[in-house]
């Protein structure tokens, strides 16, 4: 909402050195959100005024038209002589009022003006266009050119004043629940609270009471339309011109002008904040009427579209059919002709009226067409302004256009109660842990408009315009937020003692901050996904991360599920940051998935007077779909850098179960690693991840390098590699409290071996009889090479192995150290045919 503040200063008397600044702390402070505050006419400066043409002469000889023309300016010049101006625009003729700049002004842009010859003549000063003084297009048409003023201004009028250049605009940013804001009433409501000044009320006028005489109206739904006020002005005058104070007052408040029964509309709907509708009435055959539309029903509306109507729709009939969309806008076939042609529009039929926010709102996205009538309705509009809006554009019509009020006056009238509100007086005190007292609180209420009787039980009447007050709690934020949000105290619970992380807040935390040391960049994606990602990345018809859940109101139509996967996600923010020039990449993410299993409940409706028994709670958690946390990494580009230190290393199949086994080390577990095929991994360089849980390995995860097809499907960069596990799993693999590690004072004895396996025996089992062959002397064990080659013949591969061997309370020997290693290789030998290498 657009609100100019020359604007506001006619409903509230603002001190004169109050600046926008000034009024939008003081609007901010009552709770509403001013973005911005912009200065008109900054920088402007005169002479500047009101000039008519005497001559105009065509200047011949250059590539485009120029007319030097003499100017009556008044006495501004100094002199009262004709003021010779060189001109290039032609939409004005001899005997118009423009606005002419003399030498010594700057207009907007510091755009100094001063006489200057030009196509062989001297310009004393310029013709000014709409775009020079930034004031818009004040005709309705694009391209307008020079402001061509209506008649009745002197030469020498000042058009500063007239033409209101300098002023403020305050920008506000009206949420759901504050629709009467979206007028200068209500904002001038809300402005006078925050200073404490009385407010002029534009909607206290006289109004005539309904009679019999007006112009007929039938409401066939009371529930879309509880209020329709219709009044009849005739003998307008077609050439009539919306005034120049109503053309600039539109223009700051962000809408063009059309026509000025239109305009007129459009200026109360600012002012009093209830939209109105203007039908030329010799467009109208018979009554107007107010229903729901029937089935594939067709409207043109004013925008030129022809629209299909659905049943929900609320329209705005006469004999013929539909000729508006309630609310919403009105119907071509009834369009105000425009009076600016002489043939325009003399009979008028106003329609004020208060249509279902809801209804409104549904029409309006059903045919995506938002106005700012329908922005209205559907945040709630007085409903008691109707007829006080409607007599307003009759006095604004008769008083422009030089119309004739009928005495006819139709208003249908839902029957409709005050809405009242019980509440104890220290309500808002304990809302808020402030003692406001009885006296503020029902000061503060009546300043909002509310009626209030009682002492200790307040009886509260809530006023027309102010629908979203319907509980004690909205009571109290209006209390709260005029006292000031910045005046309630600022009071920390106190935490029972004893309480912090959960053990599995901690084996979180400790996985992202291994992950993050060992490299990986944290990445957050949202937790939406489609079946598009689900066959890009080739996961079959019957794969578990197909089921998932579809949310009602998705974000995107594209991604209307929640993630089985946390893969989507990550591999989407690797491909964007690779398109943006970085190719050497490590992200990881840690955060829940949804799997649905079948077996969840229908939930349920918790109540909100009394808090939920455990019951109520365990039925809810039963239509929950299990979430288990996830951990995942993609990896692409150099895990090493390459430099002056030597040759670099890509990232490969190896670093993503790496990965795993880093995150397996900070809950103490050992991973054990097989091949296995599983989308969307290279089915060769896919690995599965087991931990031990109750004695039995469990599944945890996979890592590997991703399938080509994925990877140009998703358009990753080349061997690309990703890791992901469930940390559910891993927590329940952890056997008590993680141990610190035993620190010896004894040295070291270290043992390489070598050992021949045939090809498809994996690296896992050999390391495991190797441990337990070692016992309790072996410290640590890594494989550091894996060779293949004619010297070990074909189907057989070497893997060496570095055993670190430590006791803990003397300094092993070398016979000890060789007993161990050899014992170790024997078992290896036993269990998985390993042969020494060069034995």
Known sequence: MRVPLSWLREYVDLPATETGRDVQAKLVSVGLEVETVEQTGAGLKGPLVVGQVLTI????????????????????????????????????????????????????????????????????????????????????????????????????????????????????????????????????????????????????????????????????????????????????????????????????????????????????????????????????AGAIGVRRAEQGEKLTTLDGTKRVLDAQDLVITDDRGPIGLAGVMGGADTEIADTAEGAGTTEVVIEAAHFDPIAIARTARRHKLSSEASKRFERGVDPQAAAAAAQRTVDLLVLLAGGTAEAGVTEITAPSAPRSIAMPANHPDRVAGVAYGRETVVRRLQQVGCDVYGQDELIVTVPSWRPDLAEPNDLAEEVIRLEGYENLPSTLPTPPS????????????????????????????????????????????????????????????????????????????????????????????????????????????????????????????????????????????????AGWWGKGRPAGWADAVEAARTIAAEAGVEVTVRADRHAPWHPGRCAAL????????????????????????????????????????????????????????????????????ASGVPADAVEKALREGAGDLLESLRLFDVFTGEQIGEGNKSLAYALRFRAPDRTLTVEEASAARDTAVALAAERTGAVLRGA
């Open 498 to 641: 004893g309480r912090g992380l959960t053990d599995r807040q901690r084996l979180y935390r400790r996985v992202g901050r291994a992950l993050a040391g060992s490299g990986y960049v944290e990445a957050l994606s949202y937790p939406f996904i489609g079946d598009t990602v689900l066959d890009q990345l080739g996961l079959e018809k019957d794969d578990a991360r197909r089921r998932t859940v579809t949310l009602v109101n998705p974000l995107s139509d594209e991604e209307p599920a929640l993630r089985t996967t946390l893969l989507p996600g990550l591999l989407g923010a690797l491909r964007r940051n690779d398109g943006r020039g970085s190719h050497d990449l490590a992200l990881f993410e840690t955060g829940l998935v949804f799997r649905p299993t079948g077996e969840e409940t229908k939930a349920v409706r918790l109540p909100v007077d009394r808090r939920p028994t455990d019951e109520e709670i365990a039925g809810l958690d039963a239509a929950l779909p299990r979430q288990p946390r996830h951990a995942a990494v993609v990896l692409a580009g150099a895990r090493e850098q």
């Open 690 to 757: 087991y931990v031990t849980v109750a004695g039995e390995e469990t599944l945890f995860g996979h890592a590997g390098e991703l399938h080509p097809r994925v990877v140009k499907e998703l358009h990753l960069p080349e061997r690309t590699c990703a890791m992901e596990v469930e940390l559910d799993v891993l927590e329940q693999a952890v056997d008590g409290a993680l141990q610190a590690p035993r620190i010896s004072t004894f040295p070291v004895a270290t043992q390489d071996v070598a050992l021949v396996v």
């Open 57 to 284: 002469e065509e200047l011949e000889g250059f590539k485009k038209p120029i007319r030097f023309c003499t100017v009556d300016v008044g006495t501004a010049n100094g002199t009262g002589a004709p003021q010779e101006i060189v001109c290039g625009a032609r939409n004005f003729s001899v005997g118009d009022k423009v606005v002419v700049v003399l030498p010594g002004a700057v207009l907007p842009g510091d755009f100094a003006i001063a006489a200057r010859k030009t196509y062989g003549k001297t310009s004393h000063g310029m013709i000014c266009s709409t775009d020079e003084l930034g004031t818009g297009d004040t005709s309705g048409h694009a391209g307008a050119g020079i402001l061509v003023l209506p008649p009745e201004y002197e030469p020498g009028t000042d058009a500063i004043e007239l033409l209101e250049l300098v002023d403020e605009v305050l920008d506000i940013a009206v949420t759901p629940d504050r629709g009467y804001c979206l007028s200068m009433r209500g904002v001038a409501r809300e402005l006078a609270i925050a200073y404490g000044l009385p407010l002029r009320d534009p909607a206290l006028l006289d109004v005539p009471p309904p009679n019999a005489h007006g112009y007929p109206v039938k409401v066939s739904d009371p529930i879309g339309c509880g209020n329709f006020t219709a009044r009849t002005v005739t003998g307008l005058r077609p050439e009539a011109r919306s005034p120049i104070w109503m053309q600039r007052r539109l223009q700051k408040a962000g809408m063009r002008t059309v026509s000025l029964a239109v305009d007129i509309t459009n200026y109360v709907m600012l002012e009093l904040g209830q939209p109105l509708h203007a039908y030329d009435r010799t467009r109208v």
